[in-house]
């Protein structure tokens, strides 16, 4: 059971952050984005993955941002926004590309906590994320459920705790059943975090994604083509 709002208040916070973001070959994304052409989604999925990297940069607790991807688009669009690129090593899927990037950090910052964000919340704001990663700090090792209630979009670790990410499919059970805290049950510490809940796989998401307020380059792509109608 997660701690009451008095409990993390009286706790100290003040940690810096090494965060993950894994991020597909455009080629391969956000094959859910019906009525898109296959260009449209791979340019719809730079975009989101561009707005959730700058959000995370810009969060202010958060000392590095590790972009795990083997698409020389998004390396390039990451490194420009103050990432760090690295290659999926792995190449065995999400959680795999988040332990490889959260293991780069480790090595050379062992005293920063590590987190993984989903790289698909194009309406993200860095107030959300940090006082997310604020939580966590004071809880452990701690996740935000995606707007569905069944996936997850963060998860995260401090020092001294095991970074065991669960995302896909039914992750909130797999995390709650691992007992890590699910950070919405103490909103009246964080709010609702509506943006960091918010990812894109179908053009409902993105719809809804645009009601909160998308970040530059998806509210800009959005914007040239009219593609939300409806």
Do not use: C
């Amino acid at each position: 059971m997660a701690p009451d709002a008095d409990l993390l208040a009286a706790r100290p916070a003040a940690l810096n952050w090494s965060l993950v973001i894994p991020v597909k070959v455009l080629a391969q994304a956000k094959s859910r984005l019906t009525g898109l052409a296959d260009h449209s989604r791979s340019e719809f999925a730079l975009a989101m993955a561009a707005d959730t990297i700058a959000a995370a940069v810009e969060a202010e607790t958060v000392a590095a941002v590790v972009v795990v991807t083997d698409d020389p688009e998004v390396g390039d669009i990451g490194a420009e926004l103050g990432a760090i690129v690295v290659a999926d090593t792995p190449q065995a899927g999400l959680n795999e590309a988040l332990v490889h990037g959260a293991g780069y950090s480790e090595q050379r910052w062992p005293d920063r906590g590590r987190a993984g964000l989903a790289g698909d919340l194009p309406a993200l704001k860095p107030g959300e994320l940090t006082a997310a990663l604020a939580a966590s700090a004071r809880v452990g090792a701690a996740f935000v459920p995606d707007a569905a209630g069944t996936g997850t979009t963060l998860y995260a670790a401090p020092p001294g705790a095991r970074f065991s990410p669960q995302f896909g499919p039914a992750s909130r059970d797999r995390h709650l059943a691992a007992g890590v805290v699910e950070l919405t049950a103490v909103e009246l510490a964080l709010g609702e975090l509506i943006g960091l809940r918010r990812d894109v796989d179908t053009m409902a998401d993105l719809r809804a994604a645009a009601r909160i307020g998308l970040g530059p380059r998806t509210r800009a792509l959005v914007a040239a083509g009219g593609r939300l109608s409806g």
